[in-house]
């Protein structure tokens, strides 16, 4: 299980996705319980920075076009 308070980035910047039910389409074409999922917006965070800390913590997100605008997100799922 993930333990965002080991990552002072992605806990600023997230959502939880079963909050937001405009995006909880895409989390159900993905293997996985919607619950289990994170979301990180690219319009509201620092995006690069979010992404740097995923990658040197080694934890796997997947990057999505927003279907509501021109930005994008991220989903991280919370089981790894």
């Known amino acids: 299980m993930l333990n965002i308070n080991k990552l002072p980035i992605l806990n600023n910047n997230h959502e939880y996705l079963i909050d937001n039910e405009d ?5 159900k074409t993905i293997a996985g319980q919607e619950s289990d999922y994170l ?4 319009y509201s965070t ?4 979010v ?6 913590f080694n934890i796997e997100f997947s990057h999505h076009p927003d279907h509501l605008s021109d930005e994008s997100y991220l989903l991280i799922n919370t089981n790894q």
Do not use: P, R
């Open 23 to 27: 995006y909880l389409m895409t989390a």
């Open 39 to 42: 979301i990180v917006y690219s």
């Open 46 to 49: 620092d995006f690069l920075e």
């Open 51 to 56: 992404i740097t800390e995923l990658i040197s």
